[in-house]
């Protein structure tokens, strides 16, 4: 196999592991930023190194469009053409497929859209969506699934589960790479016994890994963890957990305690943008007048950015400086990315509920 999962450490559900690929190791858990088009916003790979960024998701609907898969595979693949050695994980493309088209029409074979770019009508099914990402040539790809926007009639929630089922079925009979890693995505809505049914089906599949997909996608917390709960109790103990779309602290920190190993989210970096930092104390917006001539730094732990002060990074936000966004994007992702690593000595400790009552505290 292309992927392996050893697990290291738990304490109740949660758990210190670590996945080995042809490329090397991730520790877990992790916190994974998204690099929609090739990079993730305002950073380069230096920064990636600086930060300990262990895994960067590539978009396959937006690298298939610009600069095409076709031409990445020409230039020796997605690593080659990022000059990144470190891990990535490609996405199948289907939720950009469906929330940036209003018109996508779907049928059992796939889905036809238009490009965001030129408007060309495209058609996309399972099949294509793994032949694009081996040509992308990441260390781990997703099946093409379905992933209806909450809340949903239940008949809807119940096709995009069935549809997804089937076409993980077809995704893995034409996946060739073998160091590449094919993951299949649990669908299923806020319903645990949809969610039970949806990991029993992909597990039977035997699959390296498994994403939990269609979740922080429009229901409340509070409805998320039984579903997530049902569907990890149903998959494989010896293969990585990987919950989709998910990035606040909160989420992370629960999902953790439930048996998640891998999360990813443009979340971190979109705050970044928009003038709010994720701190030892909570949320914090920039661009409050409050922060004009306040000389403290974010946060005194943040080696990313606590050489500069509040004032001085509202005043770059205010004038629509870019260095503003970065330094705040390398604020951001080094929190979470040491969320994740504090969250991972925590297990090891044996500590992880007061870890995690602890953080809650400071974000509920």
């Given at each position: 196999m292309?992927?392996?999962?050893?697990?290291?450490?738990?304490?109740?559900?949660?758990?210190?592991?670590?996945i080995?690929?042809?490329?090397?190791?991730?520790?877990?858990?992790?916190?994974?930023?998204?690099?929609?088009?090739?990079?993730?916003?305002?950073?380069?790979?230096?920064?990636y190194?600086?930060?300990?960024?262990?895994?960067?998701?590539?978009?396959?609907?937006?690298?298939?469009?610009?600069?095409?898969?076709?031409?990445?595979?020409?230039?020796?693949?997605?690593?080659?053409?990022?000059?990144?050695?470190?891990?990535m994980?490609?996405?199948?493309?289907?939720?950009?497929?469906?929330?940036?088209?209003?018109?996508?029409?779907?049928?059992?074979?796939?889905?036809?859209?238009?490009?965001?770019?030129?408007?060309?009508?495209?058609?996309?099914?399972?099949?294509?969506?793994?032949?694009?990402?081996?040509?992308?040539?990441?260390?781990?790809?997703?099946?093409?699934?379905?992933?209806?926007?909450?809340?949903?009639?239940?008949?809807?929630?119940?096709?995009a589960?069935?549809?997804?089922?089937?076409?993980?079925?077809?995704?893995?009979a034409?996946?060739?790479?073998?160091?590449?890693?094919l993951?299949?995505?649990?669908?299923?809505?806020?319903?645990?016994?949809?969610?039970?049914?949806?990991?029993?089906v992909l597990?039977?599949?035997?699959?390296?890994?498994?994403?939990?997909?269609?979740?922080?996608?429009?229901?409340?917390?509070?409805?998320?963890m039984?579903?997530?709960?049902a569907?990890?109790?149903?998959?494989?103990?010896?293969?990585?957990?990987?919950?989709?779309?998910?990035?606040?602290?909160?989420?992370?920190?629960?999902?953790?305690?439930?048996?998640?190993?891998m999360f990813?989210?443009?979340?971190?970096?979109?705050?970044?943008?928009?003038?709010?930092?994720l701190?030892?104390?909570?949320?914090?917006?920039?661009?409050?007048?409050?922060?004009?001539?306040?000389?403290?730094?974010?946060?005194p732990?943040?080696?990313?950015?606590?050489?500069?002060?509040?004032a001085?990074?509202?005043?770059?936000?205010?004038?629509?400086?870019?260095?503003?966004?970065r330094?705040?994007?390398?604020?951001?992702?080094?929190?979470?990315?040491?969320?994740?690593?504090?969250?991972?000595?925590?297990?090891?400790?044996g500590?992880?509920e007061?870890?995690?009552?602890?953080?809650?505290?400071?974000?509920?």
């Amino acid at each position: 196999m292309s992927l392996t999962y050893e697990l290291l450490a738990s304490d109740r559900q949660a758990r210190r592991g670590r996945i080995t690929t042809p490329r090397g190791v991730i520790e877990t858990p992790v916190f994974m930023p998204v690099g929609t088009r090739g990079a993730v916003v305002h950073l380069d790979q230096s920064d990636y190194l600086k930060l300990g960024i262990e895994v960067v998701l590539g978009n396959t609907y937006h690298l298939m469009l610009r600069p095409g898969a076709e031409t990445i595979d020409a230039l020796g693949g997605i690593h080659s053409f990022t000059s990144w050695d470190g891990h990535m994980l490609t996405d199948s493309g289907g939720f950009q497929v469906m929330s940036l088209n209003d018109n996508a029409r779907v049928d059992d074979d796939g889905v036809t859209f238009t490009s965001i770019y030129d408007g060309q009508k495209l058609r996309f099914t399972p099949e294509d969506a793994v032949r694009t990402q081996e040509q992308l040539g990441a260390d781990i790809q997703m099946t093409l699934d379905v992933c209806p926007a909450l809340p949903a009639p239940e008949s809807d929630v119940l096709r995009a589960m069935e549809r997804t089922h089937e076409w993980a079925a077809r995704a893995k009979a034409v996946h060739q790479r073998n160091d590449q890693a094919l993951f299949g995505i649990v669908q299923g809505g806020i319903d645990p016994v949809l969610r039970k049914q949806s990991a029993e089906v992909l597990a039977s599949m035997e699959f390296p890994g498994y994403g939990i997909g269609g979740l922080s996608v429009g229901e409340s917390h509070r409805e998320m963890m039984p579903a997530l709960s049902a569907a990890i109790a149903e998959l494989p103990k010896d293969s990585p957990r990987y919950l989709m779309g998910v990035g606040d602290p909160v989420r992370i920190v629960d999902a953790i305690s439930v048996g998640v190993d891998m999360f990813d989210c443009v979340l971190p970096t979109r705050l970044a943008r928009h003038g709010t930092v994720l701190t030892s104390q909570g949320k914090l917006n920039l661009k409050n007048a409050k922060h004009a001539r306040d000389d403290q730094p974010l946060d005194p732990l943040n080696p990313m950015s606590n050489g500069f002060s509040r004032a001085y990074l509202r005043h770059l936000m205010m004038v629509k400086e870019p260095t503003a966004a970065r330094i705040a994007t390398l604020h951001n992702l080094w929190f979470l990315v040491d969320l994740v690593e504090r969250a991972r000595t925590a297990i090891e400790e044996g500590r992880y509920e007061s870890f995690r009552l602890e953080t809650l505290k400071t974000w509920a």
